[in-house]
């Protein structure tokens, strides 16, 4: 009777951000992104890119609890770039990266329709 | 300032591809990737299902909701379903859902009128939308076929015993509801990169060897009779098992066998309700996955307000 719509799991409330950025208080070019209505599947393909990303010294991320719906980013990186900016690499690599596999897959496709 | 790129390229290999099944390889990526598309197509990727069930007459054995789920779970043919609308956020219908744009109209009446069993099927669901309609499998591609198809039963009647009913179908995604799952199963394996040491392969006596090849549950192996050696037949029927490891130990050859996963080579799996096409299934997940990306992209505002943290963060470090 008192259950919460199930949409609330992946539907942004109203007034709440999307991404919020805090940067660490102690250490300098460290920061947490809290990501809302998000999970492993975007949790983890970011946190491996940053892994690829030379000037990143750590990347992490957390699901906090099953019923809270958000992860959490952490980003350490060198004075080279910024948690900032190795965020936006990251996320712009990986959109890359599924234009090109949209590509080949659809390269794929036709190949396979036409043998037939 | 924009930083270097570290994009990579990933390749596609379509082995087989059938309406309802796809088996591709993925490489040149990592597991991170091969698992998103995995939840993405199981959770995320939207086909349209029943949702809500105005029952009219119902005087067969099976009670409203026991029907009203039954129709829940019947896969709909969902081509239009990534350019269709939520009906939680179409304002055309503020949201009721009864729409066009975000919904799909059903009806069924049927009634026993003799002392044969009436089979009421998707085939009796009426759609107020042609290229919305119960999956078909008759005529699909998968060798299900079935010369006096019948659709998916919903409920038997007896003589007298009625079924009327209005129904609503939407645009939804497994994360809300299973039934909204466009994927029967998916799966990625890691592709083994088996290597068989020759050398100490001569130390074993031809029984052993024999009985090594036999020692793996699935046939990854065989035992060539010519040259007296153990061969490779099918890498990919390996199940990580460690049969064959184990086995080595206690034949006293420890690395005869070594089998590593390839970590940058999947093989897919797919295979689709019916609701949507196989292939198309993971092209909408591609689609899905980038629009979740696109999403989770830093807003102006939340750069902006570091950028004035950051000026009198130095400012103060400055006085
Ligand atoms: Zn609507």
Not at chain 2, 137 to 157: C, H, M, Q, T
Request: proline share 4%; glycine share 4%; aromatic share 6%.
């Amino acid at each position: 009777m008192n259950a919460p719509d199930r949409y609330e799991r992946f539907v942004v409330p109203e007034g709440v951000k999307k991404v919020s950025y805090e940067r660490d208080t102690k250490i300098i070019n460290a920061a947490s992104f809290t990501v809302e209505r998000e999970d492993h599947t975007i949790g983890n393909i970011l946190r491996m890119q940053l892994h690829r990303d030379p000037d990143v010294l750590f990347a992490g991320y957390k699901l906090p609890h099953p019923l809270q719906y958000k992860i959490i980013v952490r980003i350490h990186t060198t004075s080279q770039s910024s948690p900032m900016q190795a965020y936006n690499q990251a996320v712009n690599d990986l959109d890359k990266e599924l234009d090109h596999l949209k590509n080949a897959f659809e390269a794929e496709l036709a190949k396979h329709s036409r043998e037939y | 300032m924009e930083g270097a790129s570290h994009q990579r390229f990933p390749t596609v290999k379509i082995r087989e591809l059938k309406d309802d099944y796809a088996k591709f390889e993925l490489r040149d990526t990592d597991a991170s990737i091969a698992n998103a598309l995995r939840r993405v197509m199981i959770a995320e990727v939207p086909t349209i299902a029943i949702d809500l069930v105005e029952i009219e007459v119902n005087s067969s054995v099976l009670n409203d909701e026991f029907i009203a789920h039954r129709l829940g779970l019947i896969p709909l043919t969902s081509e239009r379903a990534m350019s269709m609308r939520f009906s939680r956020d179409c304002d055309a219908c503020d949201g009721d859902g009864q729409c066009e744009y975000c919904s799909v109209e059903f009806h069924l009446r049927a009634k026993c009128l003799n002392d044969q069993t009436l089979d009421v099927t998707t085939r009796d669901l009426m759609s107020s939308d042609p290229s919305v309609v119960p999956v078909d499998f008759a005529d699909s591609s998968s060798g299900f076929d079935n010369p006096e198809n019948r659709g998916i039963i919903i409920v038997k009647l007896r003589r007298g015993q009625e079924l009327r009913l209005r129904a609503i179908a939407r645009k939804g995604i497994g994360k809300d509801h299973a039934k909204w799952s466009p994927a029967a199963t998916v799966t990625f394996m890691y592709e083994p990169e088996i290597h068989i040491n020759d050398d100490m392969l001569e130390t074993l006596a031809i029984e052993d060897r024999i009985s090594l090849a036999e020692s793996s549950p699935t046939k990854v192996y065989d035992y060539d009779p010519i040259t007296n050696r153990v061969v490779v037949v099918d890498p990919e029927a390996y199940t990580y098992d460690d049969e064959v490891i184990k086995k080595c130990e206690s034949l006293k050859v420890p690395g005869l066998i070594e089998i590593h996963p390839k970590e940058d080579s999947f093989i897919f799996t797919v295979e689709s309700t019916g609701a949507i096409k196989a292939s198309q299934l993971v092209l909408n997940a591609i689609d899905i996955l980038k629009q979740k990306l696109d999403a989770v992209r830093l807003s102006e505002d939340t750069v902006e307000a570091d950028d004035q943290f950051g000026e009198l963060g130095a400012h103060m470090r400055g006085g």
